[in-house]
């Protein structure tokens, strides 16, 4: 029953690394999202696709970049880690669907940047 | 742009009931609700359409007044299972490409 699964639940970084969030969904959903989580802050969204090769910013997109090669695939960039990107980390999958058009989340990644 | 929600947290005995409250300042076509057990994902619970039209679990009810932008989802009879932190995501009339989630309501809910 395995919906969207995200490469790791928990991650450790140095400030200055290169870091891949790496998310796959397997109901074929043209959109793909990833939010971002803080306490009192809810979810945030950072970028979306909403075809392969295609991305759009979402309201915090600064210090990330993303990469939609595949269609099941969307990866989270962050090309310099800081600390103020240690946070909670959603991929979220959404598309057509019975009896429910629900977006459906992977299982998050807890990102701490030192 | 993101919706607020309020109160940010309840606290419930059993059995009693909630309101959980859903603000927009733009134009919505649809509301969507979630919960989110800590460390879990969160988890789809109800939709609610421009125009009127209902869809979600069974044992939950919301309300939609498109006119003012604001969605409600009521808890009743509200049982230990019902503690987490619930979330709106608002689709816009001008952007139906995605949601925009408010900043959560953390509901705790005591024998």
């Known amino acids: 029953d395995v919906k969207v699964t995200q490469s790791s639940r928990y991650l450790v970084k140095r400030t200055g690394e290169k870091v891949f969030l790496e998310c796959v969904q397997d109901m074929d959903h043209e959109n793909m999202f990833w939010y971002r989580q803080d306490p009192g802050l809810g979810l945030r969204l950072i970028y979306f696709?909403?075809?392969?090769?295609?991305?759009e910013k979402g309201d915090i997109p600064e210090g990330y970049s993303v990469s939609r090669e595949k269609k099941e695939r969307f990866s989270l960039i962050l090309e310099s880690a800081s600390t103020n990107q240690t946070s909670m980390y959603l991929c979220?999958?959404?598309?057509?669907?019975?009896?429910?058009?629900?977006?459906?989340f992977g299982p998050g990644t807890r990102l701490t940047v030192l | 742009q993101q919706p607020v929600q309020s109160p940010q947290a309840v606290i419930l005995r059993e059995g009693e009931d909630a309101v959980i409250n859903c603000s927009s300042s733009k134009a919505l076509y649809s509301v969507h609700w979630y919960r989110q057990k800590h460390g879990e994902a969160p988890v789809f619970l109800m939709i609610?359409?421009?125009?009127?039209e209902q869809k979600g679990h069974e044992k939950i009810s919301a309300s939609f007044n498109e006119k003012k932008q604001q969605s409600s989802l009521y808890l009743t009879a509200s049982q230990l299972s019902y503690s987490g932190t619930y979330f709106c995501?608002?689709?816009?009339?001008?952007?139906?490409?995605?949601?925009?989630f408010g900043t959560g309501t953390r509901l705790q809910v005591f024998p």
């Open positions: 995501g608002t689709e816009l009339i001008r952007d139906t490409d995605k949601l925009i």
């Open positions: 609610l359409l421009k125009g009127g």
């Open positions: 696709s909403y075809d392969v090769k295609m991305k």
């Open positions: 979220a999958a959404w598309g057509p669907g019975e009896p429910y058009n629900e977006q459906f």
